[in-house]
């Protein structure tokens, strides 16, 4: 072992302070108004769910938000994370390029999705609060909810989107080893529950959908808040640890990306990895692209509409100033559970926007192409959703191998597919089916959007 790889292991840099892009977006987005009065809301609105300290986070413009010495305590239970080379998957694409992955799988819920449990948990825990409410996707956020409420004993319930409970079963396990109670979405324990199932008895439920049940579930009871695991300014300030490490990280090989790609449903996993390369971008001037990854059967930045919309079925949250599928819009069953949400981080969409970052959609069985290339070269099997930007980072490398010159691509593997193995099994049989968009749905979808 030489002496520079005995320095490296020696050194655990982790970050001190979240990185906040609002400090430094040229346009920041609209901000979010009220579901009834449409007026722009203030913290007494968003008090019933959240508590202050989140609320603080979630308008604040300071660059940098001190993480508590209680989180980050937590924190080095697996941070920081691994920046890996992928050299073997360089050799299997016969590229030029230079190929990094920033490895959150390690973390121990498998996933990026603790970086932003933790914290909120604290901060919850530090105002009182007993329970929190939440929906989860693929199951990931779930995992990371119970894990860090089990951490600082609250009491958990997730609202799991219907489709993604039966195809990820051990996920909902791992929930409930932690000691969450886990419900199937659309459930019958809201209203917002009943009245889809009501319309719709075989639905296989949303984001959308298992937020609104989660949002009721907080509103009615004094002792529980709401936690959410994407979308919102605070969730994806956490985040940045991810890019702020794989920063540090790639200095110490005298490496600079000319591409960062993650994965992309409602932005936590983009922005916490790409926000703070895009600090360079705006700030700097760096030529780093930005590429976020998203499925074509829910293509929200690709094709979606830029403006206001609900965050969730129900019309519960404020509307938020985003790219928007519609709220009713009911993705297929994709096996990427955690990117089926029809509208996107307003930091994001506005960035998209504005053109400092871009968006490319993909189909699942290209996806899936990508992972098994991936898993048979690094030897690590990844998750659907994290396939994504796989799929993204194996075509910049194709690409580059193509035009004849050196490229260095860093994406982030947000969590590895030990649980979605079944996903898998679909794959390997042939069985899995590509769901791009039709327009006319598209347009079908759009023509709900609320009237602002």
């Known amino acids: 072992m030489s002496e520079k790889t005995k320095i ?260 936590s996993n983009f922005g916490g990895t790409a926000f703070p390369f895009a600090y360079d971008k705006i700030v700097k001037g760096a030529k780093v692209k930005l590429v976020a990854a998203e499925p074509s059967a829910c293509p929200t930045l690709t094709r979606g509409h830029f403006g206001y919309d609900f965050g969730d079925v129900a019309g519960f949250t404020p509307l938020l100033w985003m790219y928007t599928l519609g709220k009713e819009f009911m993705p297929p069953g994709i096996h990427a559970g955690g990117l089926r949400y029809h509208g996107d981080s307003p930091l994001l969409s506005q960035l998209v926007h504005d053109g400092i970052a871009e968006a490319r959609a993909f189909g699942q069985t290209a996806v899936f192409e990508s992972a098994l290339v991936f898993a048979k070269s690094e030897g690590i099997i990844p998750a659907p959703e994290s396939s994504h930007a796989i799929h993204a980072a194996v075509q910049e490398a194709l690409a580059a191998k193509e035009a004849g010159e050196a490229r260095t691509i860093l994406f982030n593997l947000s969590g590895h597919g030990l649980l979605d193995l079944p996903s898998y099994d679909t794959y390997l049989e042939g069985k899995l089916i590509d769901y791009p968009l039709p327009e006319e749905n598209l347009k079908e979808a759009l023509k709900k959007l609320p009237q602002v």
């Not at 009182?128 to 119970?146: C, F, N, P």
């Not at 702020?244 to 490496?255: G, I, R, S, T």
Request: charged fraction near 20%; aromatic fraction near 8%.
């Open 8 to 267: 490296l292991l020696k050194e655990k840099h982790m970050p001190k302070a979240w990185y906040n892009i609002m400090a430094d977006m040229p346009n920041l987005p609209k901000p979010p108004l009220h579901p009834g009065t449409k007026q722009p809301v203030g913290p007494d609105d968003l008090s019933p769910i959240f508590p202050m300290g989140l609320i603080g986070q979630e308008v604040t413009q300071e660059r940098w938000v001190e993480i508590p010495e209680e989180v980050q305590e937590i924190y080095r239970l697996w941070r920081p994370t691994p920046l890996h080379r992928a050299h073997r998957l360089e050799k299997a694409l016969d590229t030029p390029a230079k190929i990094y992955y920033k490895y959150e799988g390690a973390s121990p819920a498998g996933s990026h999705k603790l970086n932003t449990a933790v914290p909120q948990v604290y901060y919850n825990k530090k105002e009182g609060i007993k329970r929190l409410a939440t929906e989860t996707g693929a199951g990931q956020w779930g995992v990371a909810l119970s894990q860090a409420c089990n951490f600082f004993g609250l009491e958990c319930t997730v609202y799991m989107v219907k489709v993604s409970y039966h195809q990820k079963p051990y996920r909902r396990t791992m929930m409930q080893i932690f000691g969450s109670e886990v419900f199937a979405s659309p459930s019958e324990h809201t209203n917002s529950g009943r009245a889809i199932l009501k319309a719709d008895p075989d639905s296989l439920g949303s984001l959308g959908i298992a937020i609104s049940e989660a949002v009721e579930d907080a509103a009615g009871r004094g002792d529980t808040n709401y936690a959410l695991g994407s979308v919102l300014n605070h969730v994806i300030l956490h985040q940045t640890v991810i890019g702020l490490e794989a920063k540090e990280q790639l200095e110490k090989v005298d490496a600079y990306p000319d591409v960062v790609i993650a994965c992309c449903g409602g932005g």
